[in-house]
């Protein structure tokens, strides 16, 4: 008889609006690359699934950290109409769950570790990348694998790690063994472990997507989420004189300012343009991170700081997810030589490692988690965490 795991899985109909235009890609009835004009009435159950075995090039992983992602959240959450408001690739029924660490159960005699450049030790800490790049597509060869042409996303359309068990091919498998050296409490390095993902994230909104900074910079975070937080951390080790942090929730602004950020704006209580001038005496920013999934808010605001600063070729780097159209003014972006990217995803280019080395030098990102949950207990909070701002990043700890 097969083993078997519960899972937190997320289950939806599918169900697309009267717009749709699938995509080529899209699977009828399996799998879109336009969640929201798809999937209507996500739900979460905890439910049985068969303990993955792995393949000749697979890694079976037993988990023991998993954090909850806002792409989690708006995957779990309708709209007013009942489709899911996450607006990417999707395919349901699949356990949730892409931001993990744990150990090495069983792994296929074709399996790697990049480490040592042989077979994977059972029992060795690791993490995974969430993306699942072909490396044949055009991108990928093009050194693009964020965006394969046959993508797929660990949590996302296929089975992630809420769950005892995960399997994932050994390509996109990081050891986290150097981090032994930091956290010599087990339970706070596969905690460290879980932030690799999130902490690459912005490692390449900011540093792939938005070209780095140089020391002495200023910088400007919207959105004081796990990824505006990580962005902090990297631009302070970046050596940015000036960093500032647009977030209206106070516990927030204080983590910010834990992790380095240097002033903090309330955009809800004061003018976010004139402020970021005043605080940078008239220079305005080098680059501009927007994390909040609201970029209609933020964007005149940014713009209104390009227009009247004094630096040019800033660079606003779009992070967030967010089925929206951007409203922008082309005028402020040609005369003041800006530039507007999209960021999406952390593979290739050796973010992975370099995000390990960092915290493996001491940058801590553990102070993210304000909050540690069972399995059990993790489809209430996803749905607490639509309304709920009060904690930055909720881990599931798997026993």
Known sequence: MTEKMKGVTLLADWDPRDDYKPHPKDVEGEKTYLGSKVWRNPRMKIMEHDIPKPGPEEVLIEVKACGICGSD??????????????????????ILGHEFSGVVVDSGKEALNKRTNKPFKPGEAVTSEEMLWCGQCKPCADGY???????????????????????VPSNTVWSIESLRDVYEDEKELF??????????????????RGGGIRPGDNAVICGGGPIGQAAIALMKRMGAANVILSEPVED???????FGADYIIDPLEEDFAERVLDLTNGQGADI?????????????????????????????????RADAKLKVTGEVYQVRRANIVGAQGHSGHGTFHRVIQCMSDGMDMTPLITKEISM????????????DRSNC?????LE
Request: hydrophobic share 40%.
């Open 73 to 94: 959240v708006h995957m779990a959450e309708p709209d007013d109409e009942g489709y899911m408001l996450y607006p990417g690739l999707t395919g349901f029924p699949s």
């Open 252 to 258: 927030r602004c204080a983590m910010g300012t834990d």
């Open 191 to 208: 905690k460290a472990g879980s932030l690799v993902e999130p902490t690459s994230v912005a490692y390449n909104a900011v540093i792939e």
């Open 288 to 320: 501009f991170l927007e994390a909040t999934g609201l970029p209609n808010h933020v964007l005149p605001g940014i713009e209104d700081v390009i227009w009247e600063g004094s630096t040019l070729n800033s660079t606003v780097v779009i992070v967030a």
């Open 145 to 167: 694998p964020n965006h394969c042409e046959n993508l797929d996303e660990i949590g996302i359309n296929v089975d992630g790690a809420m769950a005892k068990y995960i399997k």
């Open 376 to 387: 059990e207990e993790a489809p209430e909070h996803i749905k607490q965490l639509r309304t």
């Open 393 to 397: 990043k909720i881990s599931v700890i």
